[in-house]
């Protein structure tokens, strides 16, 4: 008796921490059948292994790659990430799902989609489980799992830019279109609360929301209202109760009064003055899963993430927006608060990557700093910027750096990454057009080559983290390790030469050192080759 494919001779990083040892890995019908010493065992196919380590496929739990995947050209579109070792990404995050869609949200979901995608998205369903079942009936290329967005769910029933709380008839049709999408087979809900709608959510709607996912025992994420030590977002003196800590702990609240196992999105700390906060805030997390709240958060390995050029501007006024910014008093009197507000955060303008101006004649500024932009169309850097968000219809994607640290201390990021409850994720997506991001290209071999180098983790521990551990968090028993009966989701290293290559500079570089990449059994990438149209993912569903 045999079997379809075999991996002989590697080192096992089995995905649950422990020591790699040598063994054999024998593969039939896209599951691990066997682990061990099978040198006897007949295979139709041997890959060699020697010198190189074998590992579960990464799973990046923080993925906004999901809005890609019903294109029909996206198996081109996610090279880079399965050229990092991903086989599995988790969509639906900071509150932003390509589902529920409604009559009331369609328009602002097509709109924000070009937050992501190059064109407007062509919306062909309406209910998480249409998207699902038209992402499985096309294709994955690699594998999906998704959380319900809140914002999403609150967009569809009373709009993307509503700041009322909802009434209790619009907080019945929210539970119904989020108890059908955990129907549908979601792992969760998320939500966004430094976006529009999320931004507006008091503690009880969050805790309804919450209380949901708690009751089909899945997870609920979160991004926070604040990552800085002052934010607009809230009124109280910071210098009492700094706003991120604050931020912090309205979703512990949250967790509590709801009993939902609770996951942080990626646990960041911007501006200077707020990095010396990152020790506080993981005490927080400690003294809450101490106290029974089911508490874990996750980070990508850089100081600078991708996110909306409007999440700057405080909540009051994101409404009306376009107006203020539009308004040369109003655009005066908002540019001396922002200049306070920056002075306290240890953060400027210049310190902001344009990824993408979603402007057709500032598109050759993208990759460009907010100055230095400026400097090339000859206008004040604020004032720019407050055209690039109108001009955008608010869809402008920047990258922000000072994020927990940056090239000349990274104390506060590694703080962070060193906690054995911190995950590894992306927090990422590609497209054809404008500057990327490099967590894009280079995340989970920068975790495994620079921080393994520096002693945050052992290799192992780092494995982990991107396998086992988030499987563990999402409640799945079948992938994420090297074991027999999971999926042969599977990545071979050559850890001597694995390295990330992806700057800021030139982020659109592949590591070195994955050699090979199996999705479901199926092998994507060898070498040099990746199979751009196998469509070897699974959807998965809870």
């Known amino acids: ?38 040198s006897g065992l007949e295979a139709e196919r041997v890959v060699d292994c020697a010198g190189k380590s074998v590992a579960p496929g990464f799973i990046d739990i923080h ?40 009559e009331v949200n369609r328009g602002s979901a ?37 959380l319900v967005g809140h914002g999403s769910v609150r967009a569809g029933v009373t709009g993307a830019l509503n700041p009322d709380a909802p009434s209790a008839a619009e907080l019945s049709q929210m539970e119904k279109l989020t108890r059908e999408g955990l129907d549908a087979g979601c792992v969760g809900v998320s939500s966004g609360l430094g976006y529009p709608p999320g931004i507006f959510a008091q503690e009880d709607e969050l805790a309804a929301f919450a209380g949901w996912a708690a009751s089909e025992h ?20 910071p210098n009492v109760e700094p706003h991120n800590l604050e931020a912090i702990k309205e979703i512990l609240r949250v967790g509590e009064a709801s009993g939902a196992r ?11 003055h707020t990095w010396d906060r990152a020790e506080d805030a993981i005490r927080l997390i400690e003294d809450a899963n101490r106290r029974g709240i089911d508490t874990g958060f996750d980070a990508f390995p850089y100081t600078a993430g991708n996110t909306t050029a409007s999440v700057l501007f405080p909540p009051e006024i994101l409404p009306q927006l376009e107006t203020v910014l539009g308004d040369q008093e109003q655009r005066a009197g908002l540019k001396a608060f922002a200049d306070m507000a920056f002075d306290q955060i240890g953060f400027n303008l210049h310190d902001i990557q344009i990824m993408n101006c979603n402007v057709e004649r500032w598109n050759h500024l993208n990759g460009l700093f907010v100055h230095e932009a400026a400097d090339r169309v000859d206008m004040d850097p604020f004032d720019f910027y407050c055209r690039l968000v109108i001009d955008s219809d608010r869809m402008a994607r920047v ?5 927990s640290g940056d090239a000349s201390n990274e104390s506060a990021l590694r703080a962070v990454l060193r906690h054995p409850l911190c995950l590894v994720e992306t927090d990422t997506f590609v497209t054809e057009g404008g500057h990327q991001n490099p967590a894009s290209y280079g995340t989970f071999p920068r975790a495994l080559s620079t921080y393994v180098a520096e002693g945050l983790f052992s290799l192992e521990e780092a494995v982990r983290r991107m396998t086992g551990g988030a499987a563990e968090r999402l409640g799945w028993s079948d992938r994420g390790w090297v074991r027999k009966g999971c999926a042969a989701d599977l990545v071979v290293l050559d850890t001597e030469k694995l390295r990330d290559t992806a700057t800021f500079q030139e982020p659109e570089r592949f590591p070195t050192g994955i050699d090979h990449v199996f999705i479901n059994g199926r092998h994507v990438v060898e070498g040099a080759r990746y199979d751009a149209a196998a469509r070897a993912g699974q959807v998965l569903r809870s």
């Not at 921490?17 to 691990?32: P, S």
């Not at 990258?399 to 994020?403: G, W």
Request: contains cysteine.
């Open 262 to 272: 609770v996951q942080i999105s990626h646990l960041i700390f911007v501006g200077r």
């Open 399 to 403: 990258l922000i750096h000072t994020y």
């Open 218 to 237: 899945k997870l609920f994420t979160s991004h926070l209202k604040a990552y800085s030590w002052i934010s607009p977002v809230y009124q109280t003196d």
């Open 63 to 102: 993925s906004h790659t999901d809005w890609l995947l019903p294109e029909a050209d996206h198996g081109k579109l996610v090279e880079p990430f399965v050229r990092q070792g991903m086989t599995t990404l988790v969509g639906g995050n900071c509150g932003f799902s390509p589902a529920p869609i409604t």
């Open 1 to 38: 008796m045999g079997c379809e494919l075999k991996l002989s001779g590697g080192d096992v990083i089995d995905g649950s921490g422990a020591l790699q040892r040598k063994a054999d890995v024998a593969i039939e019908g896209g599951i691990i059948v066997d682990v061990g010493d099978l």
């Open 110 to 146: 097509q709109d924000a989609s070009r937050l992501i995608v190059d064109d407007t998205i062509e919306l062909r369903w309406n209910t998480m489980g249409e998207f699902l079942d038209g992402l499985e009936a096309g294709g994955v290329s690699l594998n999906v799992a998704q």
